[in-house]
Every structure is written in structure tokens, then in C-alpha cells.
């Protein structure tokens, strides 16, 4: 079981990047994923998250109307689509699958709730 987070990199302010989360060993089909981001010195906090069913979504309020989080199960991967990146965005950002679970909705806290976690995108923006 494994979760391969991908798609960081250095972008100008007021640029995008779209990070996949890809899963191998199973199928994220089942399970919300949540997006998560460390900034230097800082602790792990909940950016956004999806839900394993009806595809119902959660933005923390410093991402909202800039991120985009979207499903491909087809595909087995999880995208982060941001947008308007900010210098205060820069994080290494990691993606967790919760589950497998038939909830609605989804949650970025606690973070213990998550079961799986991949391994961390750097996401650098320059001002």
C-alpha cells in the first residue's frame, strides 16, 4: 500500500501547479484523501480534502477559491489543481488516504484519522 504524491516544484507568485497523488497496492476508490502541507519550521496542517463518496470537498480558508481538489478513480489518483500561489504557500504538501469508508463528507482534523500517507511534494513559490 502506497500513496506517491508528485507535481511540486518552484513557480513564480501568482502561478499554478496541479499535484496527483497516485495510489499503488489499492484503490482509492472507498477512501477521502486529504491534502496536507508543512511549511519550514512549521507544523502539518489540512489544506483540503475529498470525500470517498458523492465527492464532497473541504478547503481550509487560506486555500479557498485557489485550490481545486478533484477524483480520478478510473485513474486511481487524487489531483490538487492551485492556483494564485502565494510565497506563504510554499510547503512540502502530502497526501493521505482516510478509510475505507462510506462517509458523506471528509475531515483534515485530526490528522490521525488518515491510515496511509505518501511521502511529500516541495512546493517552492518565489516572490
Known amino acids: 500500500v502506497q500513496l506517491q504524491a508528485s507535481g511540486g516544484g518552484l513557480v513564480q507568485a501568482g502561478g499554478s501547479l496541479r499535484l496527483s497523488c497516485a495510489a499503488s497496492g489499492f484503490t482509492l476508490d472507498g477512501y477521502a484523501i486529504g491534502w496536507f502541507r508543512q511549511a519550514p519550521g512549521k507544523e502539518r496542517k489540512g489544506v483540503s480534502c475529498?470525500?470517498?463518496?458523492?465527492?464532497?470537498?473541504y478547503y481550509t480558508d487560506y486555500v479557498k477559491g485557489r485550490f481545486t481538489i478533484s477524483r480520478d478513480n478510473a485513474k486511481n489518483t487524487v489531483y490538487l489543481q492551485m492556483n494564485d500561489l502565494k510565497p506563504e504557500d510554499t510547503a512540502v504538501y502530502y497526501c493521505?488516504?482516510?478509510?475505507?469508508?462510506?462517509?458523506?463528507?471528509?475531515?483534515?482534523?485530526?490528522?490521525?484519522?488518515?491510515?496511509?500517507w505518501g511521502q511529500g511534494t516541495l512546493v517552492t513559490v518565489s516572490s
Open positions: 493521505a488516504a482516510d478509510g475505507p469508508t462510506g462517509d458523506p463528507g471528509c475531515i483534515v482534523s485530526p490528522q490521525s484519522e488518515y491510515d496511509y
Open positions: 475529498i470525500s470517498s463518496v458523492g465527492g464532497s470537498t
